[in-house]
């Protein structure tokens, strides 16, 4: 006789699987996890801020290096510097007499150095510390240390310098950078106008081929009997060179 054996499934099989479920989060742990997240993200805040704090404070090559010249070189330039313009000064008295007079980058950084570093200086707005200058064609770049809230740093200008009139300088901003940062050239342009009109230029502001341009009408009058016409500005390898003629003062009626 054959034996069958019937083997059936029991339906609790599974019942030794055992789904555990988490307890819900805390109150605690979940502020803690929200204090962590917040204080992440404020530390990458703070390093974003500090990156841009070095950027901003980054100096171009050719200011770096003017910075660095030893302080009696610049006083033996500066002093030839003077020279120079003791000379332009004789030639501006001669009337009807065309001058032309040439300084290099580092003339003009000697003078910078020596003459601003005095008490009653008042060549650059307050604001601007340390400027320093480089020449190349037809272009001047100009770096200064600028003091003025939060636009604080070291600001870079390329300039483009024309004077399409006697006494009418047109300067075009073509690039401004703080530091390695770019910036809107807006910036620099609203800071150049106000100090002009501080010193009671006429100054108009306009675009050329996409870049801000600022005009600057300005008398140089000598000795109130001669008026000093500058008509010329070119630009070589690190040096400008300036031309002009004096004629004599109309008398008021």
């Known amino acids: 006789m054959i034996k069958t054996t019937s083997s059936s499934t029991p339906s609790s099989a599974t019942s030794n699987s055992v789904t555990t479920i988490p307890p819900p989060m805390t109150r605690r742990k979940l502020f803690r996890l ?51 313009m003791g000379n332009l000064n004789n030639a501006f008295q001669k009337i009807g007499e065309p001058w032309q007079a040439v300084f290099t980058a580092d003339d003009l950084n000697a003078y910078f150095a020596v003459e601003l570093a005095k008490e009653n200086a008042n060549l650059f707005p307050k604001e601007i510390v340390e400027p320093r200058v480089t020449f190349s064609d037809r272009q ?74 600022i005009t600057v009408v300005f008398d140089l009058k000598y000795d109130n009997k001669r008026l000093i016409l500058l008509d010329g500005i070119t ?18 009626k």
Do not use: M, W
């Open 34 to 84: 929200i204090a962590y997240v917040l204080t992440g993200i404020f530390l990458i805040f703070l390093l974003i801020l500090y990156s841009l704090y070095l950027s901003a404070q980054r100096l171009p090559d050719f200011y770096k290096k003017s910075l660095a010249v030893d302080p009696e070189i610049q006083q033996l330039r500066n002093k030839e510097t003077l020279h120079k």
């Open 235 to 252: 630009f070589q390898e690190d040096r400008v060179s300036l031309s002009g003629t004096t004629e004599q003062t109309k008398p008021q």
């Open 140 to 213: 001047v770049d100009l770096a200064c240390q600028i003091l003025r809230g939060a636009f604080s740093g070291t600001l870079h200008l390329s300039l483009g310098l024309t004077f399409p009139e006697p006494n009418r300088l047109v300067i075009r901003i073509k690039n401004a950078r703080l530091g390695k940062l770019p910036i809107s050239r807006e910036i620099p342009t609203k800071f150049l106008v106000k100090a002009f009109e501080e010193k009671s230029y006429q100054v108009q502001q306009g675009t050329e081929a996409g870049d801000p341009t």
